[in-house]
């Protein structure tokens, strides 16, 4: 087995007969980034705690470079962590903050000035090392705690919904700098986030957490290409779901009867059915044509409304069994106008996924 | 993790242990001398050689400590009176009004808290024995309502700060007059800031000593007068027996306040 | 406009909203303005014309004497009480409700007893037979009984009992007011406990700690009742001197000039005071 840099083992924290984490065991290589997604209350949070240390966990272990950390109080473990509101210490200075962990260790004044200075400018916050938190924006505040987390260059950045109190714009620039940081320092980041699309957009790899568990860890990529489960296809990015009926199943390939009676074959599954088995077929809305191609099921629809987002078009079509689908295409094909009942859209089998319904 | 409960470990044993301690020396005096009351003990000796009641029944027998006991409820129940209606109306102005030196009229009106009450009773005693005030009710009343004036004034301020309004404004369009409004609507919605007030005005006054010493004559004093002059003659149990009368006051009062609140917030 | 509980007191020519603080202008200015600088003039002319009291006052090694010991008594019981009171107010912050609220009853007990019941109670427990020297010698502590009263160590504990409420219970609303989890970020950081006391709790709970201990400053250095119980004839303090002046002596003249020396420097601590809370929440005790 390789040697991972942080272990998560079997981590469980329960609070009293609730059951905040089950068992929730991940390895995370050096400098990797790498983001607990998942909606709130599913666990993510409290795993990230049980790492830093502010709760312990009821059973399992930390380890980092194979040494455990719950005997280790917080404070000597070395770790750094940027949180959802702004914890910069009011009565210090930008500057004064960033130096804080250093001046707790104990390093000399001159290595404390550059290092500070270093971090500043890491942050693109030169200028503003004199003011007080209180007279700096969301977005510079939040910089600073980056910088002050980095300062003692951790070898373990935790990030726990740092973007959140930000409105979208800020969220968008941040984000920016947060990934030009990881490139430039190399940190091993964990990543605390609600927002799938902030997940996909920073991370290397998702663990995507569900009432405790991880549902599905991956890349990006994976999660989204090759869900898991009907729950992380419908968290990460958007899906339509249709009613279907299981036949067989050859080689991670099942044909399927849909609800108007048409037969489907080639979807991709990675679950066991039964024949007659009812399940559900997920097709994501950029997958959706409006011509035939090569292999591809058709769908007869009915068009409901359209509307334009200037790099996309999005369309709401409704099925012969009444399903709302939310449908992207790319622009390849005549537009539809007006309601049209005649209507047929297209969709490759080997980009949809069959679900247990 | 300092200001985490559960993540404080040692340090938190040792901090609730003070605290626990803290709390033991706050009780002490209060639990210690209703205890003594029913010591039977002339000379104060704890624990006592055993118990009676018979310091209560001196108390009881003695009419100058009746007289006492009615002449403070009597003022302090006139000064909360005044200092409620005198610092409601002045909260008013205070909190709505829209002039300047609006607070250094509050400081001003807050300044009684502040002066040390031995300047003000010695000034007021003064300026009472010229104008024929001194040891009359209606001095002591005076004198009492301007003490206790500051401890009506916080509470309503507060209450009628953290009213909105608009509230009051939206039953004006809705055709009350703004007197009615505001009898109607922002009394009653400020009503525990007036409690508050209340209660804290006539304790101001129940418990006042320094200028009830200057004020009092051999015909008018008030309960802490009386005790004062029986601890500086000597350490009698009877006043066990009165103080420990009050305590029970003061926990009736506790109750009393808590239960409202309760109710008035519902 | 509508300031005045009636409204309409611009039309009497007054500032808009004043009208209703009327009476209460009338009752402070007549018999408290009134009175009180009736008394300050009286420093300066009773018996007669001139300085002579303010003169008497401070030439006195007596009477200096009480200043520096009043000085002194406020400063020890500020201090003690400071630091009783911080440990309790940070456990009160953060302990969970049910525990609190048995220790917040207590501490409303403690302050809403009778003023003079409370003393008396620390006049008993302290005298040379009392309780506490009975305990002490019972533990083997000590073997004399302890000089409690009629001295600075009975005074000082008999009044930071009647200051820990003013104390506690302000500063438990500054430690409320901060962010849990800028500690927990200092600890990560890499602060010990000690350091992240040091470091952050304390600089961050200073407003508080200065405004409530200037509050008890202030208090403490006009008190009247419990020094005189509790205190002996060789630390006597500015207040109960001041009582003596007049009632004892009918020195008027000098009494005055003590009660004006007390207010300026009262005033003077009240205003800085007022800079460090603002005027809206001074006299936060209840």
Redo the contacts between chains.
């Keep these: 087995m390789t040697r991972s840099f942080l272990s998560i083992r079997a981590v469980r924290k329960t609070f009293g007969a609730f059951v905040a984490v089950h068992d929730v065991t991940i390895d995370v290589p050096k400098g990797e980034f790498l983001t607990f997604l998942g909606p709130s209350g599913s666990g993510k949070s409290t795993t990230l705690y049980a790492i830093a240390g502010f709760q312990d966990p009821s059973s399992g272990d930390v380890l980092l470079e194979d040494r455990s950390l719950l005997s280790v109080p917080s404070h000597k473990r070395n770790i750094g962590m940027v949180f959802q509101r702004y914890t910069l210490f009011p009565h210090l200075s930008v500057a004064e903050n960033v130096a804080f962990p250093l001046r707790v260790r104990r390093r000399p004044d001159a290595e404390v000035k550059r290092k500070v200075a270093d971090m500043l400018a890491l942050v693109r916050l030169e200028n503003f090392a004199d003011r007080h938190p209180g007279a700096l924006s969301g977005g510079q505040q939040q910089r600073v705690a980056l910088a002050r987390a980095l300062a003692y260059d951790p070898p373990i950045l935790l990030m726990d919904e740092p973007l959140s109190a930000l409105d979208k714009k800020l969220r968008q620039e941040i984000q920016a700098e947060i990934r030009r940081i990881h490139r430039e320092t190399g940190v091993t980041i964990l990543y605390v986030t609600h927002d799938q699309e902030e997940a996909l957009h920073l991370s290397d790899r998702i663990a995507l957490f569900r009432e405790g568990r991880i549902e599905q860890i991956g890349t990006g990529e994976d999660l989204y290409l090759r869900p898991a489960s009907e729950f992380v296809a419908g968290f990460i990015g958007n899906s339509n779901f249709l009613a279907a009926e299981h036949l067989e199943t050859a080689g991670g390939a099942a044909t399927i009867r849909l609800a108007d009676g048409s037969i489907v074959k080639g979807v991709k599954t990675t679950q066991a059915f039964d024949r007659g088995q009812k399940a559900r077929l997920m097709v994501r809305p950029e997958a959706f044509r409006l011509t035939p191609g090569p292999a591809s099921a058709e769908l007869a629809v009915e068009f409901i409304d359209a509307a334009f987002f200037g790099d996309r078009r999005r369309v709401v079509m409704r099925t012969a069994g009444g399903e709302e689908l939310d449908v992207r295409p790319t622009s390849d094909a005549a537009e539809p106008h007006g309601p049209d009942s005649g209507r047929r859209i297209f969709f490759d089998p080997a980009v949809a996924f069959l679900f247990p319904a | 993790m300092l200001l985490d409960y559960d993540r404080l470990g040692w340090l938190r044993v040792a901090l609730v242990g003070f605290t626990a301690a803290v709390a033991a020396f706050l009780l002490l005096p209060v639990v210690f001398i209703v205890l003594l009351s029913f010591g039977s003990s002339r000379w104060l000796a704890f624990p006592p050689p055993g118990w009676t009641l018979k310091w209560y029944q001196q108390l009881l027998d003695d009419p100058t400590w009746i007289d006492a006991a009615l002449t403070s409820a009597r003022i302090a129940a006139m000064a909360a009176i005044l200092a409620v209606v005198i610092g409601l109306f002045a909260s008013f102005s205070l909190v709505r009004g829209e002039f300047r030196g609006r607070q250094v009229l509050r400081g001003l009106l807050l300044t009684p808290m502040v002066l040390p009450v031995v300047v003000f009773a010695i000034a007021i005693y003064a300026f009472f024995l010229r104008i024929g005030l001194a040891g009359t009710t209606v001095g002591f009343v005076i004198a009492h309502t301007i003490l206790a004036l500051p401890f009506a004034i916080i509470p309503i301020t507060a209450a009628l700060e953290g009213f909105d309004k608009s509230i009051e404004d939206a039953a004006i369009v809705c055709g009350a007059s703004p007197l009615q409004a505001r009898l109607r609507i922002t009394l009653p919605s400020i009503r525990i800031g007036i409690f508050s007030a209340a209660i804290f005005s006539f304790l101001a006054s129940w418990d006042e000593v320094v200028v009830a010493i200057f004020m009092a004559s051999p015909t008018l004093q008030t309960l802490p007068v009386k005790i004062w002059g029986s601890l500086r003659a000597d350490l009698s149990p009877v006043v066990a027996a009165a103080s420990s009368l009050l305590v029970g006051l003061t926990l009736c009062l506790m109750i009393v306040t808590a239960l409202l609140r309760r109710k008035l917030s519902r | 406009?509508?300031?005045?509980?009636?409204?309409r007191s611009s039309a009497a020519g007054l500032?808009?909203?004043?009208?209703?603080?009327?009476?209460?202008?009338l009752?402070?200015g007549l018999?408290?303005i009134?009175?009180?600088v009736?008394?300050l003039l009286?420093s300066v002319t009773d018996p007669e014309p001139g300085l002579q009291n303010y003169a008497a006052l401070f030439g006195s090694g007596t009477y200096v004497r009480v200043f520096l010991n009043t000085f002194l008594v406020a400063s020890v019981v500020t201090a003690v009480t400071i630091l009783?009171a911080f440990?309790?107010a940070?456990?009160?912050?953060?302990?969970?409700p049910a525990m609190g609220s048995?220790?917040f009853?207590?501490?409303?007990?403690?302050m809403?007893?009778?003023?003079?019941?409370?003393?008396?109670?620390?006049?008993?427990?302290l005298?040379r037979?009392?309780?506490i020297n009975?305990a002490l010698m019972g533990l083997g502590v000590i073997h004399e009984p302890l000089p409690l009263i009629n001295n600075l160590a009975g005074v000082t504990i008999g009044m930071v009992?009647i200051m820990?409420?003013f104390m506690i219970l302000p500063l438990v609303g500054t430690?409320r007011a901060?962010?849990?989890?800028?500690?927990?970020?200092?600890?990560?950081?890499?602060?010990?406990?000690f350091?992240?006391?040091r470091?952050?709790?304390l600089?961050?709970s200073l407003p508080g700690i200065a405004a409530g201990g200037l509050m008890i400053f202030?208090m403490s250095?006009?008190?009247?009742?419990t020094p005189a119980?509790l205190g002996g004839t060789s630390n006597m303090m500015l207040?109960e001197m001041?009582?003596q002046t007049?009632?004892s002596l009918l020195n008027?003249g000098l009494?005055?000039a003590a009660?004006f020396v007390?207010?300026v420097v009262?005033?003077a601590l009240?205003a800085i005071q007022?800079r460090l809370v603002g005027?809206k929440h001074?006299?936060g005790g209840?």
């Excluded at chain 3, 940070?90 to 969970?96: C, D, E, G, S």
């Excluded at chain 3, 962010?179 to 602060?191: E, H, I, N, Q, S």
């Design positions: 406009m509508q300031g005045s509980f009636f409204r500032p808009a909203g004043s009208g209703s603080a009327l009476p209460a202008l009752l402070v018999f408290f009134v009175p009180v009736a008394l009286r009783v440990p309790v940070w456990m009160l912050a953060i302990m969970p048995v220790v009853g207590i501490i409303i007990l403690s809403w007893t009778n003023l003079l019941t409370r003393t008396y109670a620390w006049m008993v427990l005298q037979t009392g309780v009975r009992y820990l409420p430690l901060i962010d849990p989890m800028t500690l927990r970020a200092a600890a990560l950081c890499g602060a010990s406990p350091e992240a006391f470091r952050i709790l600089p961050l202030v250095l006009g008190y009247f009742v119980l207040a001041i009582t007049v009632q008027w009494g005055s009660a007390l207010l009262t005033m009240y007022l005027a001074a006299g209840i």
